[in-house]
């Protein structure tokens, strides 16, 4: 099985920065991908950001504000979110693809960003 466990969620004012942390534990071998979506209320799920095979990707809407980075060591991805406004508010979800098991998803850890 696999565990993945977020952290770093909360309230901040608009302007403000968040980490989010994930870290993945049980029986890994390779990791092929991590990464963050995102999923507002009324809205479909979203991706933010994903690292694949060293490949980085964001979606539009963060490009220069949010920053995602992986620590291989620790099976643990990291998304730094500065510049936050009121539209990014949801609830965030790690996402990691592995290689001969498949694709996991995080329990989901909010994030509100006030006016």
């Known amino acids: 099985q696999v565990q993945l466990v977020e952290s770093g969620g909360g309230l901040v004012q608009a302007g403000g920065s968040l980490r989010l942390s994930c870290a993945a534990s049980g029986n890994i071998f390779v990791i092929n991908a991590m990464g963050w979506y995102r999923q507002a209320p009324g809205k479909q799920r979203e991706l933010v950001a994903i690292?694949?095979?060293?490949?980085?990707s964001y979606d539009d809407s963060v490009k220069g504000r949010f920053t995602i980075s992986r620590d291989n060591a620790k099976n643990t991805v990291y998304l730094q979110m500065n510049s936050l406004k009121p539209e990014d508010t949801a609830v965030y979800y790690c996402y990691t693809v592995i290689v001969g098991r498949g694709a996991y998803w995080g329990q989901g850890t909010q994030v509100t960003v006030s006016s």
């Open positions: 690292t694949i095979d060293g490949r980085i």
